[in-house]
Nanobody, 117 residues
Framework: QVQLMESGGGLVQPGGSLKLSCVAS????????MHWYRQAPGKQREFVAG???????NYAESAKGRFTISRDNSKNAVSLQMSSLKPEDTAVYYC???????????WGQGTQVTVSS
């Protein structure tokens, strides 16, 4: 069973920083793309950032200039460095992977990020 283990969420003050990590239980060579999504209370899950197998990166407009996605191939991991956090960044953040083979797609269990003074 493929697993994605997320960590790094927590409570931070506005303007602060957090780093989220997601470790996959399968080799990163089997990964087509890794993404971060988030879901705030009462809202739909939305795309935050993504990196594909070739290293191409894209961000949601809300993340540009503040968030940085990176990949650690040696650890089968993807990270999301978040800075200049705002209260509107408060959400459950999910790791999402597109695999090159079955099961084709996986979601992590989510990690809570709360930005509040």
């Amino acid at each position: 069973q493929v697993q994605l283990m997320e960590s790094g969420g927590g409570l931070v003050q506005p303007g602060g920083s957090l780093k989220l990590s997601c470790v996959a239980s399968r080799s990163i060579s089997m990964i087509g793309a890794m993404h971060w999504y988030r879901q705030a209370p009462g809202k739909q899950r939305e795309f935050v950032a993504g990196i594909n197998k070739g290293g191409a990166i894209n961000y949601a407009e809300s993340a540009k200039g503040r968030f940085t996605i990176s990949r650690d191939n040696s650890k089968n991991a993807v990270s999301l460095q978040m800075s200049s956090l705002k209260p509107e960044d408060t959400a459950v953040y999910y790791c999402h992977v597109l695999w090159l083979e079955s099961p084709w797609m996986s979601w992590g269990q989510g990690t809570q990020v709360t930005v509040s003074s």
